[in-house]
């Protein structure tokens, strides 16, 4: 049959069936998209739900293990992110310090908050936020701090295992931790590091104090303040004795021994201090002699026996603090220096008692009205004859019936109206109310 004359050219049933391609690979893509979309919202709500940071084999990718289990295939970092848990037997026991503590089960991927009594097993993980801290109990003897932005993973003993071989401890992936054993105590504490391995030890005679820091870069400062610590990686092993310490580098260098920074001499609180308080914290004043070679110093005071409940934990450059939030309670306080951003033994603690000391110093304002009209204002009151008095942070003269006047200049609409009294002793008491001009 003839082609009919009137019909379309065939480039224009070309061109609809290219249109009609364009508009599914167009569905096709929006679909694309919306799936993309979909999973990026999915992995926000992951990042909301779980704590951001390296994942766990990212952290122990570095990891270099040294001592008896390197004539074994499997390191501790391959145990750790084993699937399957180990015995079912609690290794330690979980003390929440500072809330911000997160506690993952071993195999796991999910954390979840974390309270104190918590039991801990083998590959159990523990993390602290920016104002988190936690201890970790190996039994009555043996308590490791972990402070605030610090990632660490229990090891407890394995099935048949040489205690010696494979000891308690855990490892420390990330930030700053204090260990302490009570007493002789003979199987040693075992402190996985990324490039190393630190086998903490007490004294035939007393206890022992440590202090390990592991940085972003995977370095990491080992301090022994009592007992001793072998530290090995590489295998080299190195002895550090009390009042030294030694750094590790990324790639396993171990530095040579150095002694920690001398105690600062404390002068003031004098021990066994008593600081009175009226209606605002008393403004104390710690001072100690400086270092040599010190940069810093670090002030410390706490309620309770072996500084449990930190109350101040300041850094500072010069050898004086002031500080006015200690409420009524007694205090133990101390100070260490810092020298390389490593931190010596701290001085001899002192007692500071903070007591309440009767009543108020006297002072009372005339009540003024509820709204002012016009931009001055005359301020009356009383006040003890031998108190400074301050209203609007201006000093006004007190008169010998303790009476004062002073007259202040307002802005339109509200203004605080604010008068201090305060005595010789630095004790004070305030008066506060907003005063509403119109003018």
Same mark, same amino acid.
């Given at each position: 049959?003839?082609?009919?004359?009137?019909?379309?050219?065939?480039?224009?049933?070309?061109? +609809?069936?290219? +249109? /009609?391609?364009?508009?599914?690979?167009?569905?096709?893509?929006?679909?694309?998209?919306?799936?993309?979309?979909?999973?990026? /919202?999915?992995?926000?709500?992951?990042?909301?739900?779980?704590?951001? $940071?390296?994942?766990?084999?990212?952290?122990? @990718?570095?990891?270099?293990?040294? /001592?008896?289990?390197?004539?074994?295939?499997?390191?501790?970092?391959?145990?750790?992110?084993?699937?399957?848990?180990?015995? +079912?037997?609690?290794?330690?026991?979980?003390?929440?310090?500072?809330?911000?503590?997160?506690?993952?089960?071993?195999?796991?991927?999910?954390?979840?908050?974390?309270?104190?009594?918590?039991?801990?097993?083998?590959?159990?993980?523990?993390?602290?936020?920016? *104002?988190?801290?936690?201890?970790?109990?190996?039994?009555?003897?043996?308590?490791?701090?972990?402070?605030?932005?610090?990632?660490?993973?229990?090891? $407890?003993?394995?099935?048949?295992?040489?205690?010696?071989?494979?000891?308690?401890?855990?490892?420390?992936?990330?930030? *700053?931790?204090?260990?302490?054993?009570?007493?002789?105590?003979?199987? !040693?504490?075992?402190?996985?590091?990324?490039?190393?391995?630190?086998?903490?030890?007490? &004294?035939?005679? $007393?206890?022992?104090?440590?202090?390990?820091?592991?940085?972003?870069?995977?370095?990491?400062?080992?301090?022994?303040?009592?007992?001793?610590?072998?530290?090995?990686?590489?295998?080299?092993?190195?002895?550090?004795?009390?009042?030294?310490? +030694?750094?590790? #580098?990324?790639?396993?260098?171990?530095?040579?021994?150095?002694?920690?920074?001398? &105690?600062?001499?404390?002068?003031? !609180?004098?021990?066994?201090?008593?600081?009175?308080?009226?209606?605002?914290?008393?403004?104390?004043?710690?001072?100690?002699?400086?270092?040599?070679?010190?940069?810093?110093?670090?002030?410390?005071?706490?309620?309770?026996? &072996?500084?449990?409940?930190?109350?101040?934990?300041?850094?500072?450059?010069?050898?004086?603090?002031?500080? $006015?939030?200690?409420?009524?309670?007694?205090?133990?306080? @101390?100070?260490?220096?810092?020298?390389?951003?490593?931190?010596?033994?701290?001085?001899?603690?002192?007692?500071?008692?903070?007591?309440?000391?009767?009543?108020?110093?006297?002072?009372?304002?005339?009540?003024?009205?509820?709204?002012?009209? /016009? @931009?001055?204002?005359?301020?009356?009151?009383?006040?003890?004859?031998?108190?400074?008095?301050?209203?609007?942070?201006?000093?006004?003269?007190?008169?010998?019936?303790?009476?004062?006047?002073?007259?202040?200049?307002?802005?339109?609409?509200?203004?605080?109206?604010?008068?201090?009294?305060?005595?010789?002793? #630095?004790?004070?008491?305030?008066?506060?109310?907003?005063?509403?001009?119109?003018?």
């Amino acid at each position: 049959m003839a082609p009919d004359p009137a019909a379309p050219p065939s480039k224009v049933t070309g061109r +609809s069936r290219l +249109s /009609g391609t364009g508009k599914l690979l167009l569905e096709v893509f929006v679909a694309i998209v919306m799936t993309l979309a979909c999973f990026s /919202g999915f992995l926000a709500l992951l990042s909301v739900a779980f704590p951001p $940071g390296d994942d766990m084999r990212t952290l122990m @990718s570095g990891l270099r293990l040294t /001592g008896p289990r390197e004539a074994s295939n499997r390191s501790l970092a391959a145990e750790l992110l084993d699937p399957i848990a180990s015995a +079912s037997s609690p290794v330690a026991k979980l003390t929440v310090k500072r809330r911000d503590v997160k506690r993952r089960l071993a195999g796991q991927i999910s954390w979840s908050r974390a309270s104190s009594g918590l039991e801990l097993h083998d590959r159990d993980a523990v993390q602290t936020g920016p *104002d988190g801290q936690a201890t970790i109990e190996f039994g009555p003897k043996v308590a490791v701090q972990v402070d605030e932005n610090a990632l660490v993973v229990v090891s $407890g003993l394995h099935l048949e295992a040489d205690p010696i071989d494979s000891p308690r401890g855990l490892l420390l992936l990330q930030g *700053d931790l204090s260990a302490q054993i009570r007493g002789s105590y003979q199987a !040693p504490i075992l402190v996985e590091i990324p490039a190393g391995r630190a086998l903490l030890q007490s &004294a035939s005679s $007393g206890t022992a104090d440590f202090r390990i820091d592991v940085a972003r870069d995977r370095t990491a400062s080992v301090a022994v303040l009592g007992g001793s610590l072998e530290l090995s990686a590489n295998g080299r092993k190195v002895h550090i004795g009390p009042r030294q310490f +030694s750094r590790v #580098g990324t790639g396993g260098e171990i530095q040579e021994p150095r002694p920690l920074p001398d &105690a600062p001499a404390v002068l003031e !609180p004098a021990d066994e201090s008593s600081v009175p308080y009226l209606d605002l914290p008393p403004r104390v004043t710690f001072r100690w002699s400086a270092v040599e070679g010190a940069d810093r110093y670090r002030v410390r005071a706490a309620k309770g026996p &072996a500084f449990s409940e930190i109350v101040l934990d300041e850094i500072v450059t010069a050898p004086s603090l002031s500080w $006015g939030r200690l409420a009524v309670g007694s205090y133990r306080w @101390s100070v260490a220096a810092i020298q390389e951003e490593i931190e010596g033994a701290p001085s001899v603690p002192r007692r500071l008692t903070v007591t309440r000391d009767g009543d108020l110093l006297p002072l009372r304002v005339e009540p003024p009205p509820a709204e002012i009209d /016009g @931009s001055r204002f005359t301020v009356r009151g009383y006040a003890d004859t031998r108190a400074r008095v301050y209203v609007m942070a201006q000093r006004v003269e007190v008169n010998r019936d303790g009476s004062f006047e002073v007259e202040v200049r307002l802005k339109p609409g509200a203004n605080l109206l604010l008068v201090e009294a305060v005595d010789p002793a #630095g004790h004070s008491s305030y008066w506060s109310q907003v005063l509403r001009a119109k003018f």
